[in-house]
């Protein structure tokens, strides 16, 4: 589900924008050539101007997750479900993280760390 970006995060809104939308993407909500909202409906539901949507929307281009046609919108280049396995781990650690009282921050950093260091 889109929604506002949240302006006090020290995160661009477009990278904002560019994450929850690949986060719609892997997570099935959003299927390889669907249509995505207009840009002056995503100006109202991100609550930014459009020139933020439309780098989101250059980044999204450039990274292969969206098409556009000229007149007619933007829509999604390719699916990338993430398969529901992997979801329901992440769920579990997301609920495990929150009940010992560690925030989203703090559980990013030592998710990356992890990745780092971890050899496969």
């Given at each position: ?5 949240d302006k006090h995060s ?60 000229q007149g007619v919108g ?28 560690f925030d989203l921050y ?15």
């Amino acid at each position: 589900m889109l929604r506002k970006v949240d302006k006090h995060s020290g995160i661009p809104a477009y990278l904002q924008i560019v994450n929850q939308i690949k986060a719609e993407i892997l997570l099935g909500n959003l299927k390889a050539g669907q249509q995505l909202p207009t840009v002056r409906e995503l100006e109202t539901i991100f609550d930014v101007n459009i020139n933020t949507i439309l780098k989101a929307f250059d980044r999204l281009k450039m990274e292969g997750y969206l098409v556009a046609e000229q007149g007619v919108g933007y829509f999604v280049a390719k699916e990338l479900n993430v398969d529901a396995e992997i979801v329901s781990a992440i769920r579990e650690l997301v609920s495990k993280m929150k009940s010992r009282q560690f925030d989203l921050y703090t559980t990013l950093v030592l998710i990356e760390e992890v990745w780092r260091n971890e050899r496969i």
